[in-house]
């Protein structure tokens, strides 16, 4: 996996030069930071395990957005060194505009290899799993590192209400199977990992199958 505890990685082609600041979350207790355009909903760079390595990427393939002189006005983007950037690393350490409560930004593999284990179990029986559950965060980050979420196929519900159906908290629309929606939605799953820039994939390879 490159994680740039040397020094900063690659950055994805095509988003570089971009404005956004800098997110974090934890898998396994081991936190990553990212750049991330909060206006496009756009993942700016890999997965970096590295405060340093995030900071120095940062000052290399990104914009800030900072007050401008004139009256305090914001929106002001240009580059900015890593002692700038180092400051929103550790901000991303404690505080989010992505994910505000810490716990939502703590995530354990073997959560999420459980939820996708639940969501085979309601293809294989064709029943709803009612302790099924699936973490958004890697999901969203994979759309926001990938070119956006894969549409649902015609007369298929979006992944919140593919969610929600195989849990039992929503029913089963009418000719319907819970084998056919839990299908659809590791379908969407694999493309959403199979999708991803960078190395994003190899942050998530369990929602896969």
Same mark, same amino acid.
Request: glycine share 10%.
């Given at each position: 996996? =490159?994680?740039?505890?040397?020094?900063?990685p690659?950055?994805?082609?095509?988003?570089?030069?971009?404005?956004?600041?800098?997110?974090?979350?934890?898998?396994?207790?081991?936190? $990553?930071? $990212?750049?991330? *355009?909060?206006?496009?909903?756009?993942?700016?760079?890999?997965?970096?395990? *590295?405060?340093?390595?995030?900071?120095?990427?940062? @000052?290399?393939? /990104?914009?800030?957005?900072?007050?401008?002189?004139?009256? %305090?006005?914001?929106?002001?983007?240009?580059?900015?060194?890593?002692?700038f950037?180092?400051?929103?690393?550790?901000?991303?350490? =404690?505080?989010?505009?992505?994910?505000?409560?810490?716990?939502?930004?703590?995530?354990?593999?073997?959560?999420?290899?459980?939820?996708?284990?639940?969501?085979?179990?309601?293809?294989?029986?064709?029943?709803?799993?009612?302790?099924?559950?699936?973490d /958004?965060?890697?999901? *969203?980050?994979?759309?926001?590192? %990938? *070119?956006?979420?894969?549409p649902?196929?015609?007369?298929?519900?979006?992944?919140?209400?593919?969610?929600?159906?195989? @849990? %039992?908290?929503?029913?089963?629309?009418?000719?319907?199977?819970?084998?056919?929606?839990?299908?659809?939605?590791?379908?969407?799953?694999?493309?959403?990992?199979?999708?991803?820039?960078?190395?994003?994939?190899? /942050? $998530?390879?369990?929602?896969?199958?």
């Amino acid at each position: 996996m =490159n994680t740039g505890n040397i020094d900063a990685p690659e950055p994805i082609a095509g988003r570089t030069g971009l404005a956004g600041g800098i997110e974090s979350f934890t898998l396994d207790r081991q936190r $990553f930071y $990212f750049g991330y *355009d909060h206006k496009q909903g756009r993942v700016l760079s890999p997965a970096i395990d *590295d405060a340093a390595a995030m900071a120095r990427f940062a @000052s290399r393939h /990104m914009q800030a957005i900072f007050p401008g002189r004139l009256f %305090g006005l914001l929106g002001k983007t240009g580059p900015k060194d890593e002692a700038f950037w180092a400051e929103l690393v550790t901000w991303s350490e =404690n505080a989010s505009d992505l994910r505000p409560d810490p716990l939502d930004r703590a995530l354990t593999r073997i959560r999420l290899v459980a939820g996708v284990s639940k969501l085979a179990l309601a293809i294989r029986e064709n029943r709803v799993v009612y302790e099924f559950a699936l973490d /958004m965060l890697p999901c *969203d980050l994979l759309v926001a590192a %990938g *070119d956006g979420m894969p549409p649902p196929a015609d007369g298929q519900e979006d992944i919140e209400a593919q969610i929600a159906i195989v @849990s %039992g908290d929503t029913p089963l629309p009418p000719g319907r199977e819970v084998a056919d929606v839990a299908r659809a939605l590791q379908a969407r799953l694999n493309a959403l990992v199979q999708g991803a820039h960078g190395n994003w994939a190899e /942050m $998530f390879p369990m929602l896969e199958s």
